[in-house]
């Protein structure tokens, strides 16, 4: 078992506040990927990082992929009510299999 | 597209019946999976297949089987329900990249 610890599991903060999810691992990954799950629906892709170092913007997301490709991390400006949901990141390992981290409820208050 | 298709949504089970969720795919990926999410622990790999005719267990494949006679089809089967299978079933497939899920299905065992 490949283990992802994210932190931190809850965060609620208000409207327009900055904030960082962690996902951890001690195994390295081929890639690394991070979804975004709505109550009663699976999770969705929001991006997937491959490069040691790499960071990639999707508008007032960032996500960065650590240089030995055992960690990353989600960064959200300005959040907004319609960031909330659970944030879940998935590295690819044996198998071309994915793990995933533990979740990170974000919940944003207007 | 219909993507990935779960049937049941939900579903009650008494301790030692039998069931089978459905999983079809419209996209002609290869590989398929099946995961449990539970709270506080993510989504674990329960089985998954690299394509028609190909199987192999996960990290938590105890209670449960699974066959692979199409692309389209990965049904997962409870030979024996027990209360720790209570849990939301979620079924994805994959090519290059990103895994599609579906709707996800509730079990209840009591």
């Known amino acids: 078992t490949q283990l992802l610890e994210q932190s931190p599991q809850f965060l609620s903060i208000q409207e327009g506040e900055n904030l960082t999810v962690y996902c951890n691992s001690s195994s390295v990954f081929s890639s690394l990927q991070w979804y975004r799950q709505e109550p009663g629906e699976g999770p969705v892709l929001l991006v997937t990082v491959v490069t040691g170092g790499e960071v990639k913007k999707l508008k007032r997301l960032t996500f960065q992929f650590g240089d030995a490709r055992k960690d990353s991390s989600l960064h959200i400006t300005a959040a907004q009510p319609g960031d909330t949901g659970l944030y879940l990141c998935a590295g690819e390992g044996g198998a071309n299999n994915l793990f995933f981290g533990t979740g990170t409820r974000l919940t944003v208050i207007p | 597209n219909a993507g990935v298709t779960q049937t049941p949504k939900f579903q009650v089970l008494k301790t030692g019946q039998s069931m089978t969720l459905q999983c079809a795919q419209d996209m002609n990926h290869e590989y398929m999976s099946w995961y449990r999410q539970d709270p506080g622990m993510g989504l674990r790999l329960i089985h998954y297949s690299v394509g028609a005719g190909i199987t192999d267990q996960g990290e938590v494949p105890n209670g449960y089987n699974v066959s692979r006679s199409t692309t389209e089809d990965f049904p997962l089967r409870l030979l024996s329900a027990a209360p720790s299978q209570t849990s939301v079933y979620f079924c994805?497939?994959?090519?290059?990249?990103?895994?599609?899920f579906g709707q996800g299905t509730r079990l209840t065992v009591v």
């Open positions: 994805a497939s994959r090519r290059q990249g990103s895994a599609f």
